[in-house]
């Protein structure tokens, strides 16, 4: 009698800690939210934070020994699929943009046509945060000496 009293005592323990686990994971491991798609995420105004060209950063938002200035660039994907884009030097494009994969920024239809693109420009999307985002150009930018660039972006 006392043995199958302590082994429903060690069963009922058994499930109250199973039952309490259970509750935990689904608290902690259910409750988080899906993040938004990239398409819904990026669809912001970007501005340079951090530049680099061919592995050389050449810019850094408020630095004093930047080797270009890169205070104009802004990437405007705030209206989709409208894009305007605003280039180191001031001139502004503006064209339709996609986002085919999580990892791929498309900007194409851009006008005037920015130098050596025939109106489309590629990035490799990475890093993105709320307030953040990398791109790093696919092919060269005629603009810049033929560099491979790539833009850490902030949001203002």
């Known amino acids: 009698m006392i043995f ?9 323990t058994l499930t109250l800690f199973l039952s309490t686990l259970v509750v935990v994971a689904l608290l902690f491991g259910c409750g988080g939210k899906t993040p938004a798609p990239v398409s819904e995420r990026i669809a912001k105004a970007w501005t340079a934070q951090k ?33 305007s884009f605003t280039d180191f030097d001031g001139n502004t494009f503006t064209g339709q943009y996609s986002v085919p994969s999580d990892t791929r920024l498309v900007l194409t239809g851009l006008t005037p046509s920015p130098t050596g693109t025939n109106g489309t420009i590629e990035f490799t999307i990475s890093g993105l945060t709320d307030n953040g985002v990398t791109l790093a150009r696919e092919g060269n930018s005629q603009k810049t000496g033929n560099t491979k660039n790539i833009y850490t972006l902030t949001n203002p």
């Open 4 to 12: 199958s009293i302590t082994i429903a005592m060690k069963n009922n």
């Open 51 to 83: 530049v680099d060209e061919n592995v050389a950063t050449v810019y850094t938002k408020g630095g004093t020994a930047n080797v270009r200035n890169y205070d104009k660039f802004r990437l405007d994907l705030s209206k989709a699929p409208t894009v």
